[in-house]
């Protein structure tokens, strides 16, 4: 899909979709920009923010300076160049699609994009409409990606003294969702794995995947945990985690996008 390109825009009238549905429609598209920054611009084919915000606002019904302002709400949790609203704290329905998208894949997150700003009926009655009309607790997501994205900094900046590894022998793995942040030049099975708090005692998270990673690697997976974000930072070492911490699970029901083809297997 292109800014450019005119698709038609197949979407029901206004008067049958709520404000809250088209609301958080926006929500999830001006998401999708903070995150993707220059790559959602690329992706589909705007040549600036004020014609992105300008066309999915037209696609959405939407202004475009309601666009500009959802994407600058989501800047403080994003490593752009934008400091957006900053000392503004999320909403819960922003909250919602946070906690929803954190962990898809930008592929993922795109795909969903181009079929929201297409109208796609079925992204709406499985993704959207859900998350508008379900009441449920909304995690503080925001906070814990803020205070996760500090502690890296302090870990990359400090990683020879908190744990032997040089700052230029460090492997960036954060956006390859491999489940740890960080590998080693020239030490392929290790893989180190950067959690932050606030306070110097605090509760973790670990996705299934990066559990599932530190269970297999062992004493490969090194988990460095920092405390005291952001005044304070200071860092502890743990090797081999899945052995020494004792954790529990939990469930949530949540958007889980999967990638569906058609094959033909020939007899040949």
Known sequence: MSGKSGDTNDRTPQTTRSRSLIETEAIIVAYAMSRLDE?????????????AFTSTGERLEVASA??????????????????????????PN?????????????EAVMDIVARLLS???????????????EKRRIENVAERLRTGRLAEG?????SERICGIPTKSLLDCRDQA???????????????EVKGIKSMRGAILFTDYEWNQANR???NYWLVIVGGIPDQPRAMLIRHPASLLSVTSSIRQTSVISWKATVIVSSG
């Open 66 to 91: 309601s666009m500009k302002n959802l994407r600058d709400e989501f800047d403080p949790i994003h490593p752009n160049s934008r400091r957006g609203w900053h000392k503004r704290p999320l909403r």
């Open 154 to 158: 302090h870990f990359i900046e400090n």
């Open 217 to 219: 690697r062992a004493a």
């Open 178 to 192: 491999c489940g740890f942040d960080f590998g080693v030049v020239d030490q392929s099975a290790l893989a180190i």
């Open 94 to 106: 922003r909250q919602r699609v946070l906690g929803e998208f954190c962990d898809a894949s930008d």
């Open 39 to 51: 790559l959602f611009l690329r992706r589909f084919g705007f040549s600036s923010w004020r014609e």
């Open 119 to 133: 109208g796609d009926k079925e992204v709406e009655d499985l993704i959207t409409k859900p998350m508008t009309e």
